[in-house]
């Protein structure tokens, strides 16, 4: 199984919006509405964000949302603030009952 | 609330197992779907396993001819062994739990531990 697409790097300033994207295959992400966001800051475990392509866990901020068009899912966060700074990974349930993540990406904060 | 811990040797010599056992505690271990997760030095997340307390596992295509994940049920316990290791299996191992009902959703991490594979 190859690895979900992520762009290396985003970025954006205080009160701005970024989305971050995860391009998987008709296989995973484009055939399974389980696609989880994960966030991850220097030197500590990932914490989920969202699940099941749209849903927030209890306790993460409305800011963050998702969505899924074809093979492509996404991750908005909305009113950037800099303990937003962090990597984010996606990762979808695969057609061989196994879990597959993207290689990540660096949400700088201007 | 449920927490994760990981333990075992943090150097492991090249073809040699690394062994590493993660401890539930806060909850049991029945009911949920248990995971192995690793992370490189720099870089991204590898799913390597998952097994359910009963016994069903699967693991990642790629490592699975090297990969055993298994559970102790009386010790709240869940374990991972791989063979053969090389300098490319030095990262944090992350223990995982998974949502109920679910096998790739994972709610709950534990801090991860550093093995390093070098003589």
């Known amino acids: 199984q190859s690895a979900l697409t992520q762009p290396p790097s985003v970025s954006g300033s205080p009160g701005q919006s970024v989305t971050i994207s995860c391009t998987g295959t008709?296989?995973?992400?484009?055939?399974?509405?389980?696609v989880s966001w994960y966030q991850q800051p220097p030197g500590t475990a990932p914490q989920l964000m969202i699940y099941e392509v749209t849903y927030r866990p209890s306790g993460v901020p409305n800011r963050f949302s998702g969505s899924k068009s074809g093979n492509t899912a996404s991750l908005t966060i909305s009113g950037l603030q800099a303990e937003d700074e962090a990597d984010y990974y996606c990762s979808s349930y695969t057609s061989s009952n196994t879990v597959v993540f993207g290689g990540g990406t660096k949400l700088t904060v201007l | 609330q449920v927490q994760l811990q990981e333990s075992g040797p943090g150097l492991v010599k090249p073809s040699e197992t690394l062994s590493l056992t993660c401890t539930v505690s806060g909850g049991s271990i029945r009911s949920y779907y248990w995971s192995w997760i690793r992370q490189p030095p720099g870089k991204g997340l590898e799913w390597i396993g998952y097994i359910y307390y009963s016994g069903s596992t699967n693991y990642n295509p790629s490592l699975k001819s090297r990969v055993t994940v298994s559970a102790d049920t009386s010790k709240n316990q869940f374990s991972l062994k791989l063979t053969s290791v090389t300098a490319a299996d030095t990262a944090v191992y992350y223990c995982?739990?998974?949502?109920?009902?679910?096998?790739?959703?994972?709610?709950?991490w534990g801090q991860g531990t550093v093995v390093t594979v070098s003589s």
């Open positions: 995982a739990r998974a949502t109920v009902v679910t096998t790739d959703t994972f709610d709950i």
């Open positions: 008709s296989s995973d992400v484009g055939s399974y509405n389980r």
